[in-house]
């Protein structure tokens, strides 16, 4: 807090006058020097000189030294309130939804900002000894301090410090660095400034926060953090006093550098000073000094750095470059650390034992299908394996999604007349597209099954019937049907034909995602969001993150789909009742798999109404895998062992069943399935074949 505005107008006088009468006083002392001859020469012009000018003359002189002093040392000195209202480098930090840190965006200087009464007082006491002992008692600037760089700067032709606190905050944080004895008294005018602007305590927390302890590490908490790993409200008395020396000389005193034992002997340095300035008693001095101290490595930590960089893209698109690497933002993700690192485990352990299918990769995404939040997020299995394009993030990536893109296709078929009991045709067929050759879609498995329903042929999986319903109404539609449920790549709508709907057109699986996020949450699509709240360093929050949704699916329609989905009875004839598929006691959780045709990619995506886990395995530079059957060897133990993981000691909880459906047994397939109440069929044992 700035103090009353009558205190700063104290220095109109009080600083002009001492300054002044120190210069004067400096010029009598220099003319002194040059020798008796010289003084004898300026006493006898002095005495020539007439009584009326002398008078004149003193006035002139003095207003020659205040227009010199005023140009040279006034004009353009910052204000105190720049201290305040400037913009001071601060790293931005990414955090999970619980608070843990996931990573610190910064360019130059990696500073997090604390309160002083964050920072124990033996912290302070140890900063105080090292640098300043007399700072409270002193009016900004320390006299013997001056004079004694003064007699050095003399000597050795050298400007000296002899700053204090105040003189090092102003230095470093309001004045240019270069050394000049103008500098200095700008300096010394300056720190006299703000201790008539700011209190005592308000100076010391700014110099803490805004000291280089070396490197990139600038204020005490962050120099805590780099150096031992911890903040700085745990440091006990050695590692204070170990902190409180490196300002002096960062470079030499770091227990990096080149001779980290210099760092100790500094320590001890400071330990005494304090004992000197009873800070500390001389047991605490004896006890503290031999006590060992654990640095951390000197590296830089990130968690979940595929999603700290989906999240830092974000935030330079909202806030820009220079205020991500330099504002001090806040971030707060939607990130799970917990589930995130489950995801990491199960992707790296799982591809290890794909080996011998050529898979060298895998990715996952799980989001909470109802609000669209990022829980966790693999773009590859190993953000740092350079070789292998590691630090690429697959999950952001357009790849061929197989059969999972199913669903688009039977969302509009079901809304548009079909049912689930509608019998399809899987027999050999050929499509004819002008200029190419004929187009016959084939199963995976190579076989056909003849009359199949809409729910055995999406629970199984069967091309044929798929590429049938497709032709049935258009291409285009399904396109249109894709877009609104969340896809962003079917663009140019000429690029694709009936092989759409097995996978011919290329998807992000982040929006492949959010495909099936929108039939978990009844047809609502969810926006994708990762990003909680963002807050300055000051606390000011600067946004917040909202769930939005929208319905592009009716939800009776998405229910017929979900249904579809969990029903393990419906593929068992493609998959065994014993897949990957099966979440042990849950059986709420649809699932459906993908594979391409060129084997290149393969994906599982599956929710209940908690969490939504996408997988996908491949390989980076794009070259196929071996054969793998359905997903069920590939992306689908991936998906079961994290989806089971998240579910492990929850309860099943059954879907609501929407208003408008109702349970029809039709005899044709002898069983009961799910009708729009308005088009329950009238003809139940004669279905129309397609």
């Known amino acids: 807090m700035i103090k009353p505005i009558g205190k700063i107008l104290v220095f109109i006088g009080k600083p002009v006058y001492f300054i002044l009468s120190r210069l004067i006083l400096a010029a009598i002392f220099l003319l002194y020097l040059t020798g008796h001859t010289t003084r004898k020469l300026i006493k006898l012009e002095w005495l020539r000189i007439s009584l009326f000018k002398k008078i004149w003359l003193v006035p002139a002189l003095l207003v020659f030294l205040l227009l010199t002093f005023y140009f040279l040392i006034l004009r353009g000195l910052p204000s105190p309130n720049e201290l305040i209202s400037r913009q001071i480098e601060v790293s931005t930090k990414i955090y ?52 004694r760089a003064f007699f050095q700067n003399l000597q050795g032709g050298k400007l000296q410090g002899g700053s204090t606190i105040t003189q090092q905050l102003v230095k470093n944080a309001l004045l240019t660095p270069e050394k000049t004895l103008i500098r200095k008294i700008r300096e010394i005018i300056l720190s006299i400034r703000v201790e008539l602007a700011f209190s005592k305590d308000e100076i010391l927390e700014m110099y803490m926060n805004e000291v280089s302890y070396g490197g990139t590490a600038y204020g005490i908490e962050e120099a805590s953090q780099v ?73 830089t930590e990130i968690k979940a750095p595929h999603f700290v960089m989906f999240v830092r893209q974000l935030l330079v698109n909202k806030f820009g470059e220079e205020m991500v690497e330099k504002g001090g933002l806040e971030v707060t993700t939607t990130l799970d650390l917990s589930i995130q690192e489950l995801a990491e485990r199960v992707v790296r352990d799982e591809i290890e034992k794909l080996k011998n299918l050529h898979v060298g990769n895998g990715a996952v995404l799980v989001l ?50 079909f049912n689930p009991t509608t019998i399809l045709d899987d027999s050999p067929v050929a499509f004819s597209v002008p200029g190419q050759p004929l187009y016959s879609p084939k199963n995976y498995d190579g076989k056909f099954k003849g009359r199949v329903t809409i729910r055995t042929a999406l629970a199984e999986s069967r091309n044929v019937p798929a590429v ?3 032709a049935s109404y258009g291409v285009a539609k399904m396109i249109e049907q894709g877009q609104k449920m969340g896809i962003t790549t079917w663009n140019n709508t000429s690029r694709f034909g009936l ?144 989806m089971s993981g998240l579910l492990e000691n929850k309860p099943s909880i059954d879907w609501k069943i929407p208003e408008g459906l109702i349970k029809v047994f039709d005899c044709s397939v002898n069983r009961q399935d799910w009708f729009l109440e308005e088009k329950r069929p009238t003809k139940l044992c004669g279905p129309q074949v397609l």
Request: aromatic share 8%; no cysteine.
């Open 227 to 299: 150096y031992l790993g911890k903040s700085v409200s745990k440091l006990n008395l050695a590692e204070a006093a170990f902190l409180a020396g490196l300002p002096q000389s960062p470079t030499r005193f770091s227990p990096f550098g080149a001779s980290p034992n210099e760092g100790f002997v500094r320590q001890k340095e400071v330990l005494h000073l304090m004992r000197i300035n009873k800070f500390i008693t001389k047991t605490q001095e004896n006890e503290t000094k031999n006590q060992r101290l654990t640095f951390v490595p000197d590296k």
């Open 368 to 417: 909470n299908p109802g609000s669209g939040e990022i829980l966790a997020m693999v773009g590859s299995k190993d953000y740092f394996d350079i070789a292998g394009d590691g630090n690429v993030n697959v999950t952001t990536r357009e790849r061929q999604p197989g059969s999972s893109i199913k669903i688009v296709n039977y969302a509009y078929a079901l809304t548009n007349g």
């Open 468 to 470: 049938k319903v497709l």
């Open 499 to 642: 092989s759409l709907t097995l996978g011919g057109g290329e998807v992000k699986l982040i929006d492949l995602a959010r495909v099936y996020a929108t039939i978990a949450n009844y047809g609502k699509r969810p926006q994708i969001i990762s990003i909680l709240q963002v807050k300055d360093y000051k606390g000011r929050v600067l946004e917040k993150g909202s769930p939005l949704s929208e319905e592009t699916v009716n939800p009776r329609i998405a229910y017929l789909l979900t249904d579809i989905l969990k029903d393990n009875n419906a593929r068992a004839g493609e998959f065994g009742t014993s897949s990957y598929l099966v979440i042990k006691n849950h059986p709420e959780v649809a699932v459906k798999t993908g594979t391409s045709n060129d084997l290149r990619d393969n994906l599982t995506l599956g929710y209940n109404q908690d969490y939504l886990v996408a997988t996908w395995v491949g390989n980076n530079d794009n070259s196929p895998m071996a054969r793998i059957a359905s997903g069920v060897t590939g992306a689908s133990p991936i998906w079961n062992k994290i």
């Open 96 to 147: 999970d939804r619980n608070g843990n840190l996931l990573y610190k965006i910064y360019k130059d200087k990696n500073r997090t900002v604390v309160s002083l009464n964050q920072i124990p007082p033996h912290i302070r006491l140890a900063t105080l000894a090292a640098e300043d002992a007399e700072f409270y008692n002193h009016p900004g600037f320390s006299t013997r301090g001056i004079f």
